[in-house]
């Protein structure tokens, strides 16, 4: 019978992923799979504020500032006085931080293919969807 606790295991993968994946970007460039993510959205969006990085990633305003301030000391990125919001900051990728998404995407590559290995190429699919819709879901 098909394990009808899909949440339970939807955080047991993800925390099992989330431990696996952090490894190796830490590996390989340094930074965790939350701060990668933070690297992304900044990369994608120069000058994005704390409060607009937060809403992307989903994450509470208090977890982004500790992050950024983390991101600021290892080099990755900068704060500037953001030139249109009188109390925001804008964040910008640093050559360190733009050097660090470089280092990491082989490793990200590698455990992406890892993954379609163990549940195979059309799951791999469906199942990257059916996360999205859930990820969009307002329940």
Known sequence: MTDQRLYFMLQRSAH????????????????TTAQLGALFVIQDQ????????????????SAITAMVSRLVEAGLIT???HPRQYRASALELTAAGTKALHLVRPAIDSFNADMRAVIGPDEFEITANALRKLADWQS
């Open 79 to 81: 704060k500037r006085a």
């Open 46 to 61: 120069p000058g994005v504020t704390q409060q607009d990085l937060a809403a992307v990633l989903g994450q509470r305003e």
């Open 16 to 31: 099992h992923l989330r431990i696996a994946a952090d490894r190796r970007c830490m590996a390989a460039a340094g930074v």
